[in-house]
């Protein structure tokens, strides 16, 4: 009754169903999935049910929305799963009570420690890199700061060739959490003064900061890498390279979509089964097109990104993300990084 209810609600956001095309309301799905991540989401939740006989359909919509949705259903929300991209949310639905534990060998043994929760609540599912990209007709990559290749960007040399993303995305608002709690506030706020100083260039998504630096608009700045794959899949001529940041140092950055079973779900086994299934048999599926990283370490990169090779990344420490988010974005304020 509760999901044949919220389903006529759901006509403002996008609802997919996988297996059987759009689900009447007399027919729901076995399993509902509320999403932030709207990557090939359709062509796995296919691949499961062929395999499973599980049906799956979801609605995708922004991370906040998405929470406060199912925080104000409560008992009576459908979703089943709530799948979010940057680990800082992923803490901070389950600070909110929104995800249940679970008890799974599976998920455990595919899911890298630091890229689950500790109480089995959520697990990360695809890894991206937050890492230097230029354009190597213009940087030559020995004058990138091997050491701590964020910070770096502040050097007096890059100055007017800098872009970077909007201090909106969680992506920004995350790394500077990262920046942080690696080097304390202080610290963390002369790095992103030093970038203003560069008179960087700030993009309201990495794909039209990639297309500046590819147009020599500027030189060089950060983004996820899975951006560069889907371009250079497109075109192999684009005039973009991954630098991955800080091998010298502490690490490239990294952040992970993931998902929990939802506290209210009533087929939560089935929920669990999905989610063991994208960290498994479903890895590929899930990340693949994407030119994501899987987080299963059993399971290959794509050969495109994994022609990149292999790097050091950072320990992703989704408390610190989370619990830090507020003052990331007072830093950035502070900084005037807009």
Known sequence: MRR??????????????????IFSDDEPADLQVYTARHYDLEKAFEEFTDETGITVEFLDGDDAELLERLKKEGKDSPADIFMTVD??????????GQFQALDSPALE???????????????????????VV?????????????????AALGDPKWRGRVCMRDATAS??????????????????????????????????NDVELLDAIDSGACDIGISNHYYVGRKLDEDPNYKVKVFW????????????????????????????????WLATDGQSHFVDNNFEFPVN??????????????????????????????????????????
């Open 245 to 276: 940041a800080s091998q010298q140092g502490d690490g490239t950055h990294v952040n992970i979509s993931g998902a929990g079973v939802t506290t209210n779900s009533d087929n939560a086994e089935d929920a669990q089964k999905l989610l063991e």
């Open 171 to 204: 992506y920004t608002q995350s790394l500077v959490a990262s920046l942080i709690d690696l080097h304390g506030r202080e610290r963390a706020l002369e790095i992103v003064k030093s970038w203003m100083a560069n008179d960087v260039q700030i993009m309201s």
């Open 4 to 21: 044949t209810a919220l389903v006529a609600g759901l006509a403002a956001l996008s609802v997919v169903a996988s297996g059987c095309g």
């Open 109 to 131: 043994a595919a899911v890298p420690e630091d890229l689950r929760d500790p109480n089995g609540e959520w697990f990360g599912l695809a890894m991206r890199a937050r890492t």
């Open 134 to 150: 230029y354009n190597p007709d213009r940087v030559d990559p020995a004058d990138i700061d091997p050491v701590d290749s964020y």
């Open 297 to 338: 370490p059993e399971v290959a990169p794509v050969e495109l990104i994994a022609g990149w090779g292999e790097f050091k990344r950072m320990p992703v420490d989704a408390k610190a993300y989370g619990s830090l988010n507020a003052d990331a974005v007072a830093l950035l304020g502070e900084a005037n990084y807009e």
């Open 87 to 96: 680990a800082g949310n992923l803490w901070n639905a389950s600070e909110q």
